[in-house]
């Protein structure tokens, strides 16, 4: 079901930044591994980030390794992904999701979501 929020996406020129944020309003995200996805247009959705949840361990697809950062602030309820180098190829739907571990997020085994984000890049 949808149970998160996702903000920040936008329309970017190539090589530009953003950064995505996520929260689970009236909720905490703690004890859940968060992570992000995204789906181009007359794509599969794919895996992009995930983050432990306490933080101290995280996995990226190789396709966005040394330009996205995940990161997350529990007490907030807030998981970020920190885009930059942005590239054409990264345009897509990004959505939050929560699941039990890193693993389940990178296998799209995610047990919450968000409506998603669009992220656009120019190039």
């Known amino acids: 079901q949808v149970e998160l929020v996702e903000s920040g996406g936008g329309l970017v020129q190539a090589g530009d930044s953003l950064r995505l944020s996520c929260v689970a309003p009236?909720?905490?995200?703690?004890?859940?591994?968060m992570g992000w996805l995204r789906q181009a247009p007359g794509k599969a959705r794919e895996f992009v980030a995930g983050?432990?949840?306490?933080?101290?361990?995280?996995i990226y697809a190789d396709s966005v390794k040394g330009r996205f950062t995940i990161s997350r602030e529990n007490a907030e309820s807030t998981v970020y992904l920190q885009m930059n180098s942005l590239k054409s190829e990264d345009t897509a739907v990004y959505y939050c999701?929560?699941?039990?571990?890193?693993?389940?997020?990178?296998?799209?085994?995610?047990?919450?979501w968000g409506k998603g984000t669009q992220v656009t890049v120019s190039s």
């Open positions: 983050i432990s949840w306490i933080g101290d361990s995280t």
């Open positions: 009236g909720r905490t995200l703690g004890y859940y591994a």
């Open positions: 999701a929560a699941a039990a571990t890193t693993e389940q997020l990178r296998t799209l085994s995610y047990d919450y």
